[in-house]
């Protein structure tokens, strides 16, 4: 038995019976076939061609593969192949939001920083004056300048001011007891 070289390899027989398995006439005669069926699967012509390639690999590796049933070996081996990228694209996309969710948990870091940081902010409320610390409380939660005027009892046209005030005063004490903004 010769064997010559070729795109992947070819095994010929030389007059023993013993191997007539031809792997790159098996390859030129089956692979459009091969890849046709598979894309009609995957319904993704450029890895139907790869899941192909994969399946004719296989085949060349497997030597009790070769022989008179390699045609269907190598089919049913490249349809199988489909069928398993068919089911983990459907497990990436029913696990994605998942995913997602996970990415967007906070981590245990960020959970502790953000309870320092409400820590501080709250300190920083309790140090400034009480009229400044509700106003920046109320607008934070979403109050409108009608809403806290009424809130607080304050006059409506005076209520910019005054949390342009709170926020400097905010500002300030924060700055001085923890250096930055």
């Known amino acids: 038995m010769s064997t010559s070289g070729g795109a992947v390899g070819t095994i010929r027989d030389t007059g023993l019976a013993d191997s007539p398995f031809d792997f790159d006439g098996l390859f030129r005669t089956q692979y459009g076939r091969v890849t046709s069926v598979v894309s009609r699967v995957v319904r993704d012509p ?104 009424a809130t607080l009892e304050l006059k409506p046209a005076s209520v910019g001011t005054l949390l342009r005030r709170a926020r400097q005063a905010f500002r300030k004490e924060y700055i001085r007891r923890h250096g930055h903004t």
């Open 46 to 149: 450029g890895r139907a061609e790869e899941l192909a390639v994969d399946a004719f690999l296989r085949l060349w590796r497997t030597p009790r593969a070769h022989g008179p049933g390699a045609a269907a070996w190598v089919l049913r081996t490249a349809l199988r192949l489909g069928i398993d990228e068919l089911r983990r694209a459907r497990r990436r996309a029913r696990l994605a939001p998942l995913l997602r969710l996970v990415g967007d948990a906070p981590t245990p870091e960020d959970n502790a920083a953000a309870g320092e940081e409400r820590r501080r902010v709250l300190r920083v409320l309790a140090a400034i004056r009480r009229e400044y610390a509700a106003l920046l409380l109320l607008r934070n939660h979403g109050c409108s300048y009608e809403e806290l005027a």
